[in-house]
Structures are given as C-alpha cells and as structure tokens.
C-alpha cells in the first residue's frame, strides 16, 4: 500500500508542479489612469519561489498582444522562450497597452508597475528586455528611460529613431498623445539613438538590410555610437534580411546579452 500513496504523492507534485509553470494571465489595475490591464507569467520547470530568479520581459509587435511571445511559432519567439527556459529565467510578457502602443508614457507606466509588482512576489536578480518590431523599438525606449531597471536589451528589427520613423504613425500618435510635429520633445525622449550614454547594459540588436517596414539605419547607428562608450554591443546585420530575425540569430543575440549580463 505504501508504494501506491507513493505513486499518488509524486503524481499530486507532478501535477502541481505543472500547474505551477502553466502560463498565468495577470490582471492589475493601472495607476497611471485605473484601467485594467494584463500581463503574461511563464514560470522557469521546476521553480523555487525561495531561490532568485531573473526576468526576461518580452515586449510584441505591431498588431500583436501579450500571447504573442507565449504562443506564437514565429522564430523571434520560440527563440526567446527557449532561451529563457534554458536559463530558468521568468518570461512576462505584457499587452502594454494595446496592439499598437509603442511604448508611449501610459505603457512605460504600465511596466514600471508590472516591474514593481514582480518583485515583489518574487527574488528577481536582473531584468532583460527583448522584442521584435514594435517591441524591439520599445524595448531600446524603455532602456534609455529607465536604464537603473535594465540589465540588458535585446531588440529585433526594431527602430531607435522615432523622430525620423515614418511608418504607423497613426497609432504612435496615439500613443504618444500627440504627432511628431506637435510634441517632438516625446518623440525624442523616447527615441534611444539620442541617448547612446544611457544605454550601459549589454545589447543585442538585429536589422534586415531590406526591411521596409522598420528600416535598419537607426540601429546600426546606435550601435556603433554605443560601442564608442562600452563594449558589449552585439548588432546582427543582414543586408538581404527583411523585417524578420530567424532562430538562429535570435537566440545568438539574447545569449550575448545574458552571457555579458552574467546569467
């Protein structure tokens, strides 16, 4: 009989253990303006809540939502939960904001909460930011507007300008609360090219010579600006690349900045 309340006993912590790294859909209510709002919580198998952990928050693209890294098979994401998995780092993936939100002051609100709020449930150690697209561009703002919170940055085919940027403008102005002509200064603020100084964690950045969507040339110039003030930059560059970072070079780029970010 004993052996049978053995079976049940390690079945219930298997299962249990399971439940524990299923995804988790977060709701919290936004302090910038008391909406509710969401994030994604992927937890590294097994985990220990009394052991640190690090967190690798996945920002989607354009058009895309907080399911995007968690579930999609697009190279960029399956790259991303790999990696994390690999490392045992906790995978958060929030909506901030909305489909097309590019990380204006109520989405870098919205993270700054979801940061306060994951340390406090849990032992974080370092933060790390990737995202394609949109969320690459998002990711390198919100470095360069909090970099004290960033301990590394991994930006797939994303824009580092948006004072120059042409394309969604629709719906960065509305993010931003306002156009390029009327608000510049916002446009600047969250533009990192024009803050190469801030930018003193590990960087892993990828461009398609040819993506049309989000040309390259702000982020190569980023990165030969920020490599001028610290070494561990990292740019993937593909000149007949598109708007797209394949598994290969995605896992390569966040690998660098964990590595140099010693994780």
């Known amino acids: 009989m004993k052996w049978q309340w053995l079976v049940v006993l390690l079945g219930a912590a298997a299962a249990q253990a399971a ?3 299923r995804p988790r859909d977060v709701a919290f ?3 910038v303006d008391g909406s509710t709002q969401r994030y994604v919580v992927v937890l590294p198998e097994p985990f220990d809540p009394a052991k640190p952990h690090s967190l690798l928050v996945v920002l989607h693209g354009h058009g895309s939502d907080r399911w995007q890294y968690v579930n999609h098979p697009r190279d960029e994401c399956r790259a991303a939960r790999d990696v994390a998995a690999a490392r045992r780092m906790i995978l958060v993936s929030p909506d901030y904001r909305a ?3 590019w990380m204006g002051p109520k989405a870098e609100a919205d993270l700054l909460q979801i940061l306060e709020d994951l340390k406090g449930r849990y032992r974080i150690v370092k933060t790390i930011l990737c995202g394609g697209s949109m969320g690459g561009a ?6 360069a507007l909090h970099p004290e919170l960033v301990h590394g940055v991994v930006a797939m085919n994303g824009t580092a300008n948006h004072l120059e940027y042409e394309n969604f403008q ?7 609360g306002g156009s390029k002509q009327a608000i510049p200064q916002e446009y600047k603020k969250r533009s990192a090219e024009y803050w190469p100084e801030r930018l003193t964690m590990p960087l892993g950045l990828t461009t398609g010579g040819r993506d049309a969507i989000v040309p390259p040339d702000s982020v190569v110039r980023l990165a030969g600006i920020v490599r001028k003030l610290q070494p561990n930059v990292l740019l993937m560059h593909r000149p007949d690349g598109g708007h797209a970072t394949d598994y290969s070079d995605g896992k390569a780029a966040l690998e660098f900045v964990l590595d140099k970010a010693g994780l």
């Open 19 to 21: 439940e524990n790294t």
């Open 170 to 176: 629709d719906a960065i102005r509305e993010s931003f």
């Open 99 to 101: 489909t097309a939100s």
């Open 29 to 31: 209510v936004a302090r």
């Open 138 to 143: 998002s990711a390198l703002s919100f470095a």
